[in-house]
């Protein structure tokens, strides 16, 4: 399965930038000291609509997942298939990413995973998670 080519939106710039660089960045609150998913706009915990972009650990555990199984190809190869987790970052919030490096039949709750960017000749670099 391919993820499409990747544009930023101009919202979501510091993301993109700490991408480059390795580094994950998500949204937090200051004032109450919440973390939150990068498309997050207000604080729901305080009210406060004032969220700052700061670096996340990058460690997470996984949730739940879906294993995507890619179309055979003509010539009868079957790609292999994709998986997609849900995984809370250990700041708290959730985030669905593809995972890469896991055997889909091995995967279980709880799973320690760390984030990784994957930088494609062209747009921009996505996040993935492997275990740890
Ligand atoms: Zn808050």
Same mark, same amino acid.
């Given at each position: 399965?391919?993820?499409?080519?990747?544009r930023?939106?101009? %919202?979501?710039?510091?993301f993109?930038?700490?991408?480059?660089?390795? %580094?994950?960045?998500?949204?937090?609150?200051?004032?109450c000291?919440?973390w939150?998913?990068? !498309?997050?706009?207000?604080?729901?915990?305080?009210g406060g609509?004032?969220?700052v972009?700061?670096? @996340?650990?990058g460690?997470?555990?996984?949730?739940?997942w879906t294993?995507?199984?890619?179309?055979?190809a003509? !010539?009868g190869?079957?790609?292999p298939?994709?998986v997609?987790g849900?995984?809370?970052?250990?700041?708290?919030?959730w985030?669905? @990413?593809?995972l890469?490096?896991?055997?889909?039949?091995?995967?279980?709750e709880g799973?320690?995973?760390?984030?990784?960017f994957v930088?494609? @000749?062209?747009?921009?670099?996505?996040?993935?998670?492997?275990?740890?």
């Amino acid at each position: 399965m391919e993820i499409g080519i990747l544009r930023r939106d101009g %919202r979501t710039d510091p993301f993109f930038d700490g991408a480059a660089e390795d %580094r994950l960045v998500i949204r937090r609150c200051e004032p109450c000291d919440h973390w939150y998913a990068p !498309d997050q706009s207000g604080c729901p915990s305080c009210g406060g609509d004032e969220l700052v972009w700061a670096q @996340a650990s990058g460690e997470a555990t996984l949730v739940t997942w879906t294993v995507l199984h890619g179309r055979p190809a003509a !010539d009868g190869t079957v790609p292999p298939p994709a998986v997609l987790g849900l995984v809370e970052l250990a700041e708290g919030p959730w985030l669905n @990413a593809r995972l890469d490096g896991v055997d889909a039949a091995a995967l279980r709750e709880g799973l320690a995973l760390r984030a990784s960017f994957v930088h494609p @000749a062209e747009g921009e670099p996505y996040l993935l998670f492997r275990p740890v």
